[in-house]
Every structure is written in C-alpha cells, then in structure tokens.
C-alpha cells in the first residue's frame, strides 16, 4: 500500500514558478513509475508528467513540456514538479499518482496510487 500527500499548491501570477512535492510511504516507493495529472474545473483528468522508477525516464503532456520538471528521490521517498513560466491555463488541482510497476505511463488507469491533490492557481 502507498499513501501520497501533495504540497506546494498555491496562487501564483502568470510566469511565476511553483514547485509541488508528493510525500510518499510505503516500503516499495522505489519499484514505482510515478505520474503527475491535473484536473481543471469541468474538465477531465490530464496527465502532465510520468517517471520511471529509477528516475531515468520521463515523459511529459505537450502542453507542459520544456516548462516543467519531473525528479524524484528514491532515498527520501518523493517525488516532485518543477513548474516555470506558469500560465493561467495551468490552473487546476494537481495529483500525484504511483503506478503498480517500473515503466512511465501516461493513462490515469494505468495508475494504482493516487494522492488528495493540491491546488494551483495562476492568475494573468
């Protein structure tokens, strides 16, 4: 079983940088892809970064790539997002998720493990 708890969400102006972390328990932490997805208000869940469980894949959403960095600590058990240059359409409550296995995914179902969310708002 993991537990994931998300921080780091806030209100931000446009072209401003966040940076979310997702705390992770769990002995098998390491073992497990991990993804991040967003959810706007109305809008269907979206994936916006995956890493493999030895961090050295990722993959990342179009939409984010070049602006946003995925990393993770396998020592410290978490995993973070490095957002720059935000824009208002980043706007949404962001999730951490861990896959049941090794290898980037992109699918939410593709995901077991999924934390509360954290909130991000950009304003323009």
């Known amino acids: 079983q993991v537990q994931l708890v998300e921080s780091g969400g806030g209100l931000v102006q446009a072209g401003d940088s966040l940076r979310l972390s997702c705390a992770a328990s769990?002995?098998?932490?390491?073992?497990?892809?991990m993804g991040w997805f967003r959810q706007a208000p109305g809008q269907e869940r979206e994936f916006v970064s995956s890493?493999?469980?030895?961090?050295?894949?990722?993959l990342y959403a179009d939409s984010v790539k070049g602006r946003f960095t995925i990393s993770r600590d396998n020592a410290k058990n978490t995993v973070s997002l490095q957002m720059n240059s935000l824009k208002p359409e980043d706007s949404a409550v962001y999730y951490c998720?861990?896959?049941?296995?090794?290898?980037?995914?992109?699918?939410?179902?593709?995901?077991?493990?999924w934390g509360q969310g954290t909130q991000v708002s950009v304003s323009s």
């Open positions: 769990g002995r098998f932490f390491s073992n497990y892809a």
């Open positions: 890493i493999s469980s030895s961090g050295r894949s990722t």
């Open positions: 998720a861990a896959t049941g296995s090794s290898g980037i995914a992109s699918r939410p179902q593709s995901y077991a493990y």
